[in-house]
């Protein structure tokens, strides 16, 4: 029997890609692999990898969220690939689940010697309540929740709608905007599935169909009103221990003796399907088989012996994967620009790794061919917002300012770009 067709499988109207949903970009057809917490066996890896040679353009990107996409899908292809995917167990268990996978949590969750708490667990009870509560399959596919169990390698810039850190005596919530320092309450341990299952249905039932996002949602709404009945104590303060991001390239001890994790990042995102297949055997040879993504739209290898650490670093950098945190491909982001998406005023990825060429030590930057983004939810220290083929307004971050900060420059060539961040690499 033929599968059936991608866009038949989810009636609800959306223009973000997933697994069961191809949208077309300008490079062809775009699927997007939403990996339960990011992580990915060998095996899928391989999968993934054939798929997309087979019936995509063979190029693969990592998202900031931990997910995976296939570019360049061909109309022929499609259903093929996406039997292919499910074959591999990458789907959901319901079709119209697809789109609300989106649980969240660092890639060294469970490894991280600074956590307070293995978050794993109950990622995967809250990954079941969205997917097995039909009702909350109406959530917008950007909706997100994030599981903070204190680790070092953490994202804590990113806006997720509702968030969940690890405490004593159960789990601190927040949603979009609460800061990490004040959060709303506190969630007693063996309370939490209840908890954020009547939040995410107090959510539906006060939302408008224009508030598909927390933050929409509160800016009409008093935060006590959505709270209103729901089992939450007092937050006691509770300082959240520094994120060190670095981590996430290169290899660092885990909690579990004798053990590290290996870290590392394709420039700008992006990696042929055959960098994946031999990242897969190198998990299997080193690690535990398995690949844990990353929101830095990098991965990990779990698991690895310390004595081995170094042939693994030494293999990925062969696989001209950037394991050096300090290296200008570590340093920049750029979404898919104007190869890829209508949208994309300049070529972000070409010219950022002409950019990479002159970058100035320590300096961050990120490229972004729209308003829109996509690369990066946060701020960036510096943001290049595309204006017209190799020209960009330079925007540097600054707190005070939404989007990507302060205007400071416009309509820089690169060559201009690349002297003025020179010039002024830490001017906020
Ligand atoms: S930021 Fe704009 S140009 Fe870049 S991928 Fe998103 S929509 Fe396209």
Redesign the pocket.
């Known amino acids: 029997m033929n599968p059936p067709s991608p866009s038949a499988l989810v009636p609800r109207p959306s223009a973000c890609p997933g697994l069961l949903r191809i949208v077309p970009a300008r490079d062809g057809g775009l699927c997007r692999v939403k990996l339960p917490g990011g992580r990915l066996t060998a095996v899928q890896a391989r999968a993934i990898a054939a798929a997309s040679q087979r019936w995509a353009s063979g190029v693969l990107e990592l998202t900031n969220r931990a997910n995976l996409q296939l570019r360049g899908v061909r109309p022929d292809g499609a259903n093929a690939l996406v039997a292919e995917l499910q074959a591999a167990g990458l789907g959901p268990a319901d079709p119209a689940a697809d789109d609300v996978r989106n649980v969240l949590l660092s890639p060294a969750a469970g490894r991280d010697p600074q956590q307070r708490r293995d978050v794993r667990p109950l990622a995967a009870e809250l990954l079941a309540l969205l997917e097995g509560d039909r009702r909350l399959h109406g959530l917008s596919p950007k909706f997100a929740l994030h599981l903070d169990g204190g680790e070092a390698l953490a994202r804590l810039d990113h806006a997720h709608d509702v968030w969940l850190s690890a405490h004593a005596e159960g789990y601190l919530l927040g949603l979009a905007g609460t800061p990490l320092d004040a959060p709303l309450g506190l969630i007693p341990t063996g309370r939490e599935r209840a908890t954020v299952a009547a939040l995410l249905h107090r959510f539906i039932d006060l939302a408008s169909a224009e508030q598909s996002r927390m933050r929409q949602l509160l800016a009409q709404l008093p935060v006590a009103e959505l709270l209103a009945g729901l089992d939450l104590l007092p937050a006691p303060a509770t300082p959240r221990s520094p994120a060190a991001t670095a981590r996430r390239l290169g290899s660092h001890p885990q909690r579990q003796a004798g053990l590290c994790w290996v870290g590392a990042q394709p420039a700008l995102g992006r990696l042929p399907a055959m960098t994946l297949a031999a990242v897969a055997e190198l998990a299997e040879h080193h690690g535990n088989g398995e690949l844990h993504l990353t929101p830095w739209q990098g991965l990990l290898l779990p698991d690895v012996p310390v004595g081995t650490a170094p042939d693994l670093l030494a293999a990925l950098g062969a696989l001209d994967l950037v394991t050096d945190p300090a290296a200008p491909l570590a340093r920049l982001i750029a979404?898919?620009?104007?190869q890829g998406?209508a949208?994309?005023?300049a070529d972000?990825k070409g010219d950022a790794l002409r950019l990479a060429e002159r970058l100035p030590a320590g300096v961050e930057v990120h490229l972004?061919?729209?308003p829109?983004?996509?690369?990066l939810a946060g701020q960036a220290p510096h943001t290049l917002l595309a204006v017209a083929p190799g020209r960009y307004d330079l925007f540097v971050r600054d707190a005070t300012q939404p989007g990507p900060g302060r205007r400071r420059a416009t309509q820089l060539s690169l060559d201009e770009a690349a002297a003025w961040l020179a010039r002024s690499p830490s001017d906020a």
């Open positions: 979404c898919t620009g104007s998406c949208k994309g005023q972000t972004s061919g729209c829109r983004s996509c690369a």
